[in-house]
């Protein structure tokens, strides 16, 4: 803040004798806010229901905390990490383009912070990618912090009232830039991500989709990607067909005979946490309930990491690199 001088005492007295009057007439008033007045922000009030929650924004979150990677990316994405004081939850490497500004946020957990190392950074805002950053039974839960003052956002995937696309990505990103003041920068990403889907679909254009099955994890039943998570939206945009798409959830568990039933031509696994890609690999190969299946035949696998499979910024680039894995024919 710009300070200002100190006036000699004698100098003050005399400016209260001369301005003090003037200060009662109506004329000298006219378009002078009341002195406890407070300065409207330009774009606010911004009102948000989400997830069954409405919030009022009378201004941009300050101290905001992100729980859950993807979530985290959308705020750097839009060049907000000086509006945040922590993080929490990593399930892969963060892109180079975002670490420098990820790396000057504090982590405040290897996985989700407890209610008090929450608190500890004072926050205005969380901004949860999963149900479970907002798990009540660990004390998080959205009515808790309302209650302490701290505004809440979850992502849409986590409570979609209809299919999950990538216009509903739109709406995420448009969301937290409204929240923050920022709708320009949200605009530009989402025009930058509509360029990379436009190119994609030009290039596979009216292929015959390849039948895919998703392995997240699991050794007696398969986790797998299911109908109403942004990844079903992403495999058909890559040239592929969900076999589990009827699995009403955005993940849900199936057994390897379901998967072996519905022969899968490529198996597409999720990357992260402490198992290797390569020991999923060796897992899926040795299964004798896949060994007639056509991707364990023909060893045709692909990978994504899983911050691109979720409603995040990476989701259109996810799309690209599974199109190009599927049909490496039509994009090398």
């Known amino acids: 803040m710009t300070s200002r001088r100190s006036l000699p005492l004698s100098l003050m007295a005399l400016a209260v004798l001369i301005i003090g009057p003037v200060a009662g007439c109506g004329d000298a008033q006219q378009g002078a806010p009341p002195p406890s007045a407070e300065t409207t922000v330009a774009g606010f009030p911004v009102t948000v229901t989400n997830c069954g929650a409405t919030t009022t924004y009378e201004r941009a979150p300050q101290r905001a905390v992100t729980m859950n990677q993807?979530?985290?990316?959308?705020?750097?994405?839009?060049?907000?990490?000086?509006?945040?004081?922590?993080?929490?939850?990593?399930?892969?490497?963060?892109p180079q383009e975002y670490e420098t500004a990820y790396n000057g946020v504090k982590v405040l957990a290897k996985e989700y912070p407890s209610y008090e190392?929450?608190?500890?950074?004072?926050?205005?805002?969380?901004?949860?990618?999963?149900?479970?950053?907002?798990?009540?039974?660990?004390?998080?839960?959205?009515?808790?912090?309302?209650?302490?003052?701290?505004?809440?956002?979850?992502?849409?995937?986590?409570?979609?009232?209809?299919?999950?696309?990538?216009?509903?990505?739109?709406?995420?990103?448009?969301?937290?830039?409204?929240?923050?003041?920022?709708?320009?920068?949200?605009?530009?990403r989402v025009a930058e991500m509509r360029g990379v889907l436009d190119g994609v679909e030009k290039k596979v254009g009216e292929v015959e989709p390849v039948k895919v099955f998703v392995y997240d994890s699991g050794d007696k039943t398969a986790f797998t990607a299911g109908g109403a998570g942004i990844g079903n939206d992403m495999i058909a945009r890559a040239g592929g067909v969900n076999l589990f798409a009827d699995l009403p959830k955005a993940f849900g568990d199936v057994s390897f005979e379901q998967v072996a039933e519905r022969a899968p031509e490529v198996i597409v696994i999720y990357d992260y946490g402490d198992q290797p890609v390569a020991d999923?690999?060796?897992?899926?190969?040795?299964?004798?309930?896949?060994?007639?299946a056509p991707a364990i035949k023909d060893q045709r696998f692909a990978v994504l990491p899983l911050s691109s499979t979720v409603l995040g910024v990476r989701a259109p680039e996810g799309v690209e690199s599974l199109a190009g894995q599927l049909h490496p024919d039509r994009i090398s």
């Open 117 to 188: 190392t929450l608190l500890s950074v004072e926050p205005d805002f969380v901004y949860g990618g999963f149900q479970s950053a907002f798990d009540d039974k660990e004390g998080r839960g959205r009515d808790t912090l309302a209650k302490a003052g701290i505004d809440s956002h979850l992502n849409l995937e986590a409570c979609p009232s209809g299919p999950v696309t990538m216009d509903l990505l739109e709406e995420e990103i448009r969301t937290v830039g409204r929240i923050f003041g920022v709708s320009d920068r949200a605009e530009q």
């Open 280 to 292: 999923k690999k060796k897992f899926l190969l040795g299964n004798p309930a896949l060994k007639d």
């Open 70 to 94: 993807h979530v985290t990316e959308i705020m750097l994405a839009l060049g907000l990490e000086k509006s945040m004081v922590g993080t929490a939850f990593l399930d892969d490497r963060i």
